[in-house]
């Protein structure tokens, strides 16, 4: 009995390891894909509504990306197009030096709509890009300090600050890929047998602590950990909520802050309003993000953008002036 227990259980470890290197192989593979490569052949876009795109060359086609990630209503929502026209006829432009009442409306709206468990403040700005690239220089002027933690499936921007390769002065890309699956797989194959639950119970409920394999950072140096919570190109990948939970608490234990990428990802193109929360532990008051950069999703494909900070940040930052 007992040898054909360890026999399942070989088995089983064998099954994980495949899945894991399977996993491994294919995210290397849509690492290796070209982002943003041109087509061939020109597409020229005349007019557009809902999922549709009607070409010169090509005629009706259905957009699969949402104009870049970025109209989450449908091309042309009748409601959008209203609200754009209305407010050209009442002020297209102001100097720097006049307030409108748009922006903290906007950000009250937003924390409402989304459920936020926590308040903040925004700055407005044109592309996610820039969102990111800000959010990231906030966090190293609140902290006074510039190196940066984030995954190596992480894309951020087209930023010259974002974009990978990444400067190693200033940024540190873990390599997660091999954290990706753990637990879940484990779960799943524990299921199956339900006499190899307790002697897999160990390997399943390992936590980033005690797996020593970011035991060598300095967490005290990090200005913030960058969060992006579904990546922007090949493969969907979303890591394990206790990798992020150890990641973001132990550079906030140390003076840091969470900056979450929300540029592809929010507006609801994960099921909820943003994909850190499909992250229990992140809706919480005393865990929520420092920092949150939002996209042109934001106007649905209009050209706004934005940075939401705690207003306790905001609030101690002015203090302190």
Known sequence: MLIHAEIELFQDLLYIEIVIKQVEIRIEEAWQMRLFVRPEWPITALWSRGTRVMTKEYGELVDMESGCWAAVLGHNHPDVVRVIHEQVDTLLHTHQFFQTEHPEKLVEELTEAANLPTKYSGSFLSSGSEAVSLAVMLSELLTGRRKKLCMNITYLGACKDLRQPRDNMYWDDLDVTGCLGCGEL??????????????MKDTNERNCATCGR????????YASFV?????????????????????????????????VNEVTTGFGRTGEWFGFQHYEFLNDESNAPDLIALGKGLGNGYPISAVLARENLVMAEMTSM
Do not use: M, W
């Open 214 to 221: 970011y035991n060598h950072l300095d967490f005290s140096q």
């Open 186 to 199: 484990r779960t799943r194959v524990c299921n199956k047998r339900s006499d190899t639950n307790e002697i």
């Open 227 to 259: 969060f992006e919570p579904g990546n922007s190109g090949g493969l969907v990948l979303t890591p394990p909520e206790k990798l992020l939970k150890f990641l973001a608490g132990k550079v906030r234990a140390t003076g840091g802050l969470l900056v």
